[in-house]
Antibody
């Protein structure tokens, strides 16, 4: 059974940093691209970043570039999102999701999300 | 960036009725790489349709997708109680990946 479990969310002050993790199981992790998508409270879905199976190709939303670093450890079946210089508008539930290839494939499995709250 | 505009914003229908949701792209979606997701409160999105018209595994056949280029439609032939939710379209043919703003299907 495919499982994606996010962790690392919590309350952080503006300007702070946070590292999100996504633990994957039930599939060959290294053969899938992985993506972070966020959803602010009461709002829609927003694509954040994607990384290819080998980690060779990385994509970021322009609005977030420079403050985020996506990475993966295929030996540990884990995906990460390092977020720096956090702002109130980064408050959201962050989902990890898999796709056979980004771009070019839909996201067929999603984790349940981890909530990041940026507030003083 | 491809902007996706969904309409209507809210659809008020009764169980058993037909729902028609629209997703319009600001430019042609590469290879019709257009997906539809369903999201219920407190849950992660669930893939319904990919490639504009292919149902994902385990999705009931009352859900169907159609369209190409810039105009896409999700149809739910007869709404079940479990179908009241928010629906998002997403283009995954080019980066940045983009989502529509969502259509809420609510009970009338």
């Amino acid at each position: 059974e495919v499982q994606l479990v996010e962790s690392g969310g919590g309350l952080v002050e503006p300007g702070g940093s946070l590292r999100l993790s996504c633990a994957a199981s039930g599939f060959t992790f290294s053969t899938y691209s992985m993506t972070w998508v966020r959803q602010a409270p009461g709002k829609g879905l927003e694509w954040v970043s994607s990384i290819s199976g080998t980690g060779s190709y990385i994509y970021y939303a322009d609005s977030l570039k420079g403050r985020l670093t996506i990475s993966r450890d295929n030996a540990q079946n884990s995906l990460y999102l390092q977020m720096n210089s956090l702002r109130a508008e980064d408050t959201a539930v962050y989902y990890c999701a898999r796709a056979l290839l980004v771009p070019s494939a839909p996201h067929d499995y999603w984790g349940q999300g981890t909530l990041v709250t940026v507030s003083s | 960036e491809i902007v996706l505009t969904q309409s209507p914003g809210t659809l008020s229908l009764s169980p058993g009725e037909r729902a028609t949701l629209s997703c319009r792209a600001s430019q042609a979606v590469s290879r019709n790489y257009l997906a539809w997701y369903q999201q219920k409160p407190g849950q992660a999105p669930r893939l319904l349709i990919s490639g504009a018209s292919s149902r994902a595994s385990g999705i009931p056949d009352r859900f169907s997708g159609s369209g190409s280029g810039t105009d896409f439609t999700l149809t739910i032939s007869r709404l079940g109680d479990e179908d009241f939710a928010v629906y998002y379209c997403q283009q995954y043919g080019s980066t940045p990946l983009t989502f529509g703003q969502g259509t809420k299907v609510e009970i009338k």
